[in-house]
């Protein structure tokens, strides 16, 4: 029965950057390489971590056969066992969220990489590959002799090996799936029926554009643009500083709730459409980006719809019953993102809008509950007296009087219950907590201030 495969390559792939470093750490723990690490190794792996492949240094790459001449076999496999555990660390979250994809598919997934075959299989045996394609080094079964046995996996060569184990294993290459990083990795890339640029060189990111390649980088969610690893919220994060926004202030308390790495759920109470951005600022403090879940009307617009895609908007449609969102937030949560709810689902209306007890929805529990990752409750205050729903545009000339938003974060939890009611009310209790004193209580609103609350 013919079958289909996915094949990755290595670094600046799985990896953000080179894996020689970790491999050369542990061939020299195992003695095979002497003294410190060579004149300008640092700056090489540097640059191939900015830049990507060179001739220069594949070159160097090639005559690595040479230098293991005499090496026993059994110790460059130890390298490769010690340096496993640190190279699987490194591999990039939405890497294994892809991976788990074509494997849910029936699909092979294969790691094809230029490095020696005895250096990764430990790495793919660790990852549950299903099978490596990787420079071998001839040797006599005990040392190498200097030499390579079989194809240089790389460029041509790389191409030449997949199309050969496919053949061998009976996969349909039209029907696979090619991830890689390097110009140098088209004919591979080429080879496939559904090639895969992922944190692609310069080169590749403009034949891959040109060639309507999908584009990915396993560091962000899919969707997300990040060329030179600059992703767009990256450049949000810049102009959402209070010295960029006058016409509001931000009183922010609570920020050390906000890990720096690591998934949380944030969920907030909602009044504005200014609240999104009040929860990015959240982020922003710690340098980390947050995905929002948006509904389909914000995602779905005209140049609006590509700019929220772009920052990670995770899309909502209210009128489908579909679980996608749901595991859309779930994977960002599982790969280590920050993932922010609103679990009122939208801004109240009318009288529902004054009323000091909030009702919410199970889903931001569900999605914790389903990931393990903590909640945390964030209570905002005042965001509709700069932007009320009542405007489709803030009060962004208030330059002289800018109202003061109120952002309380309170400390992460998990759900002490697995039932739905009583989790949800656990929450929603939460970030009352967090709210000022007024509004606690039930007031009667004007006339104007329930209009307020409705769409213009």
Partial sequence: MVGSAAFFDLDRTLLQGASGPIIS?????????????IPGER?????????????PAIALTRQGVRAAQGWRVEDVQAAGQAAAGAL?????????EVIADHRAAGQKVVLATTTPYDLVKPLADLMGFDDVVATRYRSNGEVYDGTIDGEFVWSRGKSRSVRAWARANVIELADSHAYSDSFFDIPLLSLVGHPVAVNPDPRLFTYAAVRRWKILWFTAPPGVPKPLGVEPQDVLAQLIRPGFLPWIRLDVEGIEHIARSGAQLLASNHRSYLDPLAVAHVGALVGRPVRFLAKKEVTDAPVVGQITKALG?????????????????????RAGEVVAVFPQGTIPRGEAFFDPELVGKFGAVRLALDTGAPIVPIGLWGTERAWPRSRKVPYVLNLADPPTISIRIGEPYHPASEDAASAITELMGRIVELLPEEARHRRVPTPAQLAATFPG
């Fill in 313 to 333: 908007a995770i899309r909502v449609d209210r009128s489908s019953s579909g679980d996608a969102p749901m595991q859309e937030a779930a994977r960002a949560l």
């Fill in 88 to 96: 699987v660390d490194a591999v990039e979250a939405f890497a294994h």
């Fill in 25 to 37: 750490t542990a061939l020299r723990e195992q003695g095979l390489l002497r003294g410190s690490p």
């Fill in 43 to 55: 700056v090489l792996f540097g640059m191939f971590n900015a830049i990507g492949e060179t001739l």
